[in-house]
């Protein structure tokens, strides 16, 4: 019997709403080891917003209207600095090839600062697996809903040139259920 898997449609609207973040991060090279917190907020956007639209004239891409839009937005705190919050917003266009997998477009890069596309699948485990190769590195993301309102990411980010492991993370996010109220 074949499990029914869930579309990125589906696990886009699961994803909406606050979540509080707690992750880890390896940062193998130097042996070091930071753990942070945050706020994230991911909403949908509209196609026809004006951050949409410079994405899709940044990539000299036409708008297409099967293309979902998602803003995700965070405010972080680290045990390397308590003192200093830092914030940032994503812009992320999922353009599907089928029900499960795609391109996704990037205002910025997870790794590095610049415009970067990814490419994406559902897996059989329902799991969002993310892929993107930059200049010099690879970050491969694997995004799990362990209930409705826990998920879990793991990322590694490697070197291109000799396969490496440079850094490795782990985050659990807890949806902020007061929210979900208003």
């Known amino acids: 019997m074949t499990k029914n898997l869930i579309t990125i449609n589906q696990f886009i609207d699961k994803s909406i709403g606050e ?3 707690i992750r880890s991060t390896h940062t193998l090279a130097f042996q070091e080891f930071e753990n942070s917190t945050s706020n994230i907020y991911i909403k949908h956007l509209h196609l026809k917003n004006k951050k949409v639209f410079e994405i899709f004239k940044n990539y000299n891409l036409n708008l297409n209207l099967e293309s979902i839009a998602i803003s995700i937005k965070w405010q972080a ?5 308590d003192d200093i919050s830092m914030r940032d917003e994503t812009i992320l266009i999922f353009l599907p090839k089928d ?10 890069g997870y790794t590095e600062s610049f415009i970067s596309s990814s490419n994406y699948l559902v897996d059989e ?9 930059y200049k010099s590195t690879v970050s ?15 990322s590694t980010i490697r070197n291109l040139e000799n396969n490496s492991v440079i850094q490795t993370s782990h985050t659990s996010e807890i949806r ?3 929210s979900l109220k208003d």
Not at 99 to 108: A, F, Q, T, Y
């Open 19 to 21: 979540w509080k973040s």
């Open 77 to 81: 705190t680290s045990d390397w600095d």
């Open 99 to 108: 029900e499960n997998s795609g391109i996704v477009l990037r205002n910025k």
């Open 125 to 133: 485990q329902n799991n969002l697996n993310i892929k993107t190769f």
């Open 140 to 154: 491969e993301e694997k995004i799990s809903f362990l209930s409705t309102h826990i998920r879990s990411r793991f």
């Open 176 to 178: 902020n259920l007061a």
